[in-house]
């Protein structure tokens, strides 16, 4: 049975770098799924992506936590689902057992890789089942923190091949793009490097890096000595929509955390038909937005 009613516990609600997160809200709206998003942290960002005041998000989120049990008893959630095992997991665990509901949690990458909770795998355990957005953070979380294998759900994150592919006259010379947070785990010093050897084979292309980060002095530097200055823009934090019309000038698309675990991102190129998203695997029809998480009612909150 699909659930109708959702509580999501994330850290930072809307986060401009998290479209994953808000991309999934709003496709399970779409879908006639109620949702109430409990914030731990109100957003210190002024700018927004406009699809979450034309999707209604931020008037479903709540950001004081002494008013979480009362907010989640008057909504009555069906299911608690928080994103990152860290503090949200933890806030949605806690809150779960209170209102007696099931709750599930995706892990992404640091709350893996760099900073995972110590109790990772007695989380794992109280959560009904556990989301992770690749197979390699699946096989890592059963060999790291033994978790069974039929406790993990691999859901990749879905892109909408018919707002991110390419239209209209390809531009000359070839433009790649990449949307990444300037941050060490996204690894861009490796978009650089490959930039450069593509400049020392003669190629003619252009390179813009949309984000912003702690990295940014030292990637400036990085791209000042390779002699890049002219073929690598680094163009600032920007909405998705303004990124959105970069991709469909774009040859090839860089993302930051494409890689299939957590760290230095690779290529890919739109797949299917123009109109067409993939998810998982699976071609979707014309005009879908790219789900997230399809809840199952089985017991337990699963994503499939």
Known sequence: MMLRRVAYVVNVFPKLS??????????????GVEVCILSLRPPDEGRRHEFIAQTGLEERTVYNSWEFP?????????LLHAHFATEP???ARELAAELRVPFTFTAHGYDIYRRPPADFADRASAASAVITVSEANARYIVKTFGVPTAQ????????DAERFSPHGKRLEPP???????????KNLGLLLEACASLRARGVEFRCTVIGDGSCRDELEAMRARLGLARVVEFA????????????????????GDAGESHGSGGLWRPRGRAGSWWHSGAR?????????????????????
């Open 18 to 31: 998290e479209t994953f997160i808000a991309w999934e809200l709003a496709e399970l709206r779409r879908r």
């Open 70 to 78: 009362a907010v989640l008893r008057e909504f009555r959630p069906e």
């Open 89 to 91: 997991t933890a806030a």
């Open 152 to 159: 993990i759900h691999v859901i990749p994150c879905g892109v």
């Open 175 to 185: 433009h790649v793009v990449c949307v990444a947070r300037l941050r060490p785990v």
């Open 236 to 255: 600032g934090a920007a909405e998705q929509v303004v990124a959105a019309g970069d991709d469909r000038r774009a040859d090839e698309h860089e993302r």
């Open 284 to 304: 979707r029809g014309r005009g879908d937005w790219p789900a997230g998480p399809s809840w199952r009612h089985t017991g337990a909150g699963s994503g499939a």
